[in-house]
């Protein structure tokens, strides 16, 4: 039982200058490792993402073609390249900076993000939080991944779900709680919290944040 402030924030395009999955695909096809017919595809599914009309088991079956029949061993080097090549240049320093504050004041950080527990768990070590909530893959034997993500996904009230459940595990029982999100798709969990903040917001999100007096946080893009 704890009661550390609790500091929670997304990953893409709240942290990251980008969509983390969006680019481990096209760097996975920049690099021959699948067609590149997927680039076009990614895209498809970037713009049902943006429209609200994205469906996570298809996008699941799509985004973890890589991983399917791999352990955690057989992907550790392509991994460890996107994350050097592709991922440390897209992390905003601003948000960054905040991530840093809030751990020198103590508070516990909690990285919550749709994205798979692969790239959320290397990010989270990566960028200093102490735990992560993410979407889940399904393995076989419990080391070998497929291409299927189990339920809830960590998107939407999935993501609320998962948060709640992690507050009830790790037994939380302080009082004040942020989370930094840019999407409206987050609007459950910015809800819940006791200081949602609005980090470079979507259109729909800033109308609502402004509607509702919540912080709203711009950060330079570089």
Same mark, same amino acid.
């Given at each position: 039982?704890?009661?550390?402030? &609790?500091?929670?924030?997304?990953?893409?395009?709240?942290? &990251?200058?980008?969509?983390?999955?969006?680019?481990?695909?096209?760097? &996975?096809?920049?690099?021959?490792?699948?067609?590149?017919?997927?680039?076009?595809?990614?895209?498809?599914y970037m713009?049902?993402?943006? *429209?609200?009309?994205?469906?996570?088991?298809?996008?699941?079956?799509?985004?973890?073609?890589?991983?399917?029949?791999?352990?955690?061993?057989?992907?550790?080097?392509?991994?460890e390249r996107f994350f050097k090549e592709v991922f440390?240049?897209?992390? *905003?320093?601003?948000?960054?900076?905040?991530?840093?504050?809030?751990?020198?004041?103590?508070?516990?950080l909690l990285?919550?993000?749709?994205? *798979?527990e692969v790239i959320a768990k290397l990010a989270a070590a990566r960028l200093g939080f102490d735990d992560y909530v993410a979407t889940k893959i399904v393995k076989k034997d419990q080391t070998i991944y497929t291409n299927q993500i189990e339920f809830p996904p960590a998107f939407k009230e999935g993501k609320l779900t998962m948060v709640q459940q992690w507050i009830e595990d790790q037994?939380?029982?302080?009082?004040?709680?942020f989370f930094y999100s840019d999407s409206v798709n987050d609007l459950p969990l910015l809800d819940y919290v006791s200081h949602p903040i609005a980090t470079n917001p979507d259109n729909q999100l800033r109308q609502i944040a402004e509607e509702r007096g919540w912080d709203i946080l711009d950060l330079p893009r570089i």
């Open positions: 039982m704890f009661n550390k402030r &609790l500091a929670i924030f997304d990953l893409d395009n709240t942290i &990251l200058d980008g969509d983390s999955d969006f680019g481990f695909i096209n760097f &996975l096809a920049e690099e021959n490792i699948i067609p590149d017919s997927y680039k076009e595809t990614n895209q498809r713009d049902a993402y943006l *429209n609200g009309a994205l469906q996570m088991e298809d996008w699941g079956k799509f985004s973890l073609v890589f991983y399917d029949g791999k352990t955690a061993e057989d992907i550790k080097e392509t991994m440390e240049p897209m992390i *905003n320093i601003f948000a960054l900076k905040k991530i840093h504050h809030h751990h020198e004041n103590n508070d516990y990285l919550a993000t749709a994205t *798979n037994k939380w029982v302080g009082k004040e709680s």
